[in-house]
Nanobody, 126 residues
Framework: QVQLVESGGGLVQAGDSLRLSCAASQHTFRINTVGWFRQAPGKEREFVAALRWAGGDTTYYGDSVKGRFTISGDNAKNTFYLRMDSLKPEDTATYYC??????????????????WGQGTLVTVSS
């Protein structure tokens, strides 16, 4: 069982930066992908970014965050990060870390992830 714990959320102003962290309880061969999703009140959970390490690291981003967000990982620390720059009020949401054993085509769909964290709230004021 892999447990994921997010941290780093908070209240920031538009244009600010923030870095979220996702700590995994253990390194496991059962996962090869870590993703970030977000959910705003009354909306569906949305894909934000993913990092897949299978024959080299590959990153994936949702259209709304491309060029502003960066996903990275430190496998030695079992910790993964989401660097968020140029934040906008529409980025306000609860951000969730997820993990699973995925193919490249599966990374953007939340149903393909097996492990989930509890989420961390990011609020961006205008």
């Amino acid at each position: 069982q892999v447990q994921l714990v997010e941290s780093g959320g908070g209240l920031v102003q538009a244009g600010d930066s923030l870095r979220l962290s996702c700590a995994a309880s253990q390194h496991t061969f059962r996962i090869n992908t870590v993703g970030w999703f977000r959910q705003a009140p009354g909306k569906e959970r949305e894909f934000v970014a993913a990092l897949r390490w299978a024959g080299g690291d590959t990153t994936y981003y949702g259209d709304s965050v491309k060029g502003r967000f960066t996903i990275s990982g430190d496998n030695a620390k079992n910790t993964f990060y989401l660097r968020m720059d140029s934040l906008k009020p529409e980025d306000t949401a609860t951000y969730y870390c997820a993990a699973g054993l995925l193919t490249g085509l599966q990374t953007t769909r939340k149903d393909n992830y097996f492990y989930w964290g509890q989420g961390t709230l990011v609020t961006v004021s205008s």
